[in-house]
């Protein structure tokens, strides 16, 4: 039987529209919520609190922890691919599947990309967005146990959660956000935050061994150079992590370069940096970074 715990690498597909939308302004709002809880239910999701504004509503995945207890197609990324590309509409042809390695042989980042376009149309892009997604495992012990319920608490739910938000720091990574956040029994937090039209999520599950939070966020190559380095640079103040990998992906080089000197001086050092190019979707670089307190552990595990 598979060693397994709360697993923390999320499964993660995300789809992108274009051409005429018949209901302007509408997309997929037009959908009522019993069909998208239907489309849910499927995978096994449920929506356990909902926030909204003018722009939202509120697949790539890293290494699992538990690679072992995952059920099918998750097998293996070969098995996901294979799957996917029995699945998706022929009129998505231009299609690529890689596997981003780092130096580290427990940190990957699988990417499966498929588009009817070659390249993106920059026309429909005015406002040329970039995806930031960071993966972080081995959280600080003490910053961990702010993500569990505290003892005869009894409460679980949009309260706690929000109780969370405020205690961890979260809060403060962008205070401007509307934020939907939820505590889980006994322990483990997620929230999404809305900005306008930019949006965040985090998740955590917090037990000792295998802790592990991500975060991810929208923002725009126009944005001010150091917003990226001041959310980074947050997001490492609430978890600590000894070890953390950053996939970028953009159209422009500029946003990736940023990664490092927000974490840098934060203790953490770049291990490894990979970059590969996906249809319709511009270049996406994968970066990894550990800690000195996580060197010295490999260090003495190697002796």
Known sequence: MAVSGFEGFEKRLELHFSGDDPVVGMGLR??????????????QCTVVSAVGNHYFDAYTRGSFIFPKAQPFPHTSFRDEVIYLEQSLP?????????????????HSWHVFSASDEPHMVLQHMPDVL????????????????????????????????????????????????????FAFDPCGYSMNGIDGDRYSTI???????????SFECVGSIYDDQNDVVQVLK???????????????????????????????PMG?????CAVDEFPAAGSMVFQTFTTRRKEKRLVEVDM
């Open 203 to 213: 998740h955590v599950t917090p037990e000792d061994g295998y802790s592990y939070a």
């Open 268 to 272: 953490l050092k770049c291990r490894s």
């Open 90 to 106: 022929s009129t998505l042809c231009y299609r690529k599947a890689s596997v981003m390695p780092s130096k580290m042989s427990s």
């Open 234 to 264: 947050k997001v490492v103040q609430v978890f600590r992590p000894a070890t953390m990998s950053v996939s970028t992906t953009c159209t422009s080089h500029e946003v990736w370069t940023r990664v490092a000197t927000a974490l840098e």
């Open 130 to 181: 970039y995806t930031l997604e960071v993966c972080m495992t081995d959280l600080d012990r003490v910053l961990a146990r702010k993500f569990f319920l505290r003892p005869g608490a009894g409460k679980a739910g949009d309260v706690a959660g929000k109780e969370m938000t405020e205690l961890t720091g979260i809060g403060d990574i962008n205070p401007g956000a509307l934020i939907c956040d």
């Open 30 to 43: 037009h959908l009522d919520f019993e069909s998208l809880e239907q489309v849910l239910h499927a995978v």
